[in-house]
């Protein structure tokens, strides 16, 4: 929340997209393996205090969609 209280302070807007569920998986990385949790609370936090947006990608399609329509906006 530092950052993104810092951010807001020099006019940077952060834009979050949030991929995965609340559930959460275990991912296998380069030998490591890591388990991954969607916090949607804070991407949404960290996108108001910024005036960003936050976005859900619940597909490859929904991600897609979501990268295509920020660049304009941007």
């Known amino acids: 929340m530092a950052a993104a209280?810092?951010?807001?302070?020099s006019g940077v807007r952060?834009?979050?997209v949030g991929i995965g569920s609340a559930a959460g998986t275990i991912l296998h990385v380069n030998g490591f393996t890591v388990h991954t949790?969607?916090?949607?609370?804070?991407?949404?936090?960290?996108?108001?205090i910024?005036?960003?947006?936050?976005?859900?990608?619940?597909s490859r399609d929904d991600l897609l969609k979501i990268y295509n329509n920020l660049d304009p906006q941007l």
């Open 37 to 48: 949790q969607l916090d949607e609370a804070t991407l949404q936090q960290i996108a108001q």
């Open 50 to 58: 910024t005036g960003g947006a936050y976005y859900n990608a619940e």
């Open 14 to 16: 952060i834009y979050t």
């Open 5 to 9: 209280l810092s951010a807001a302070k």
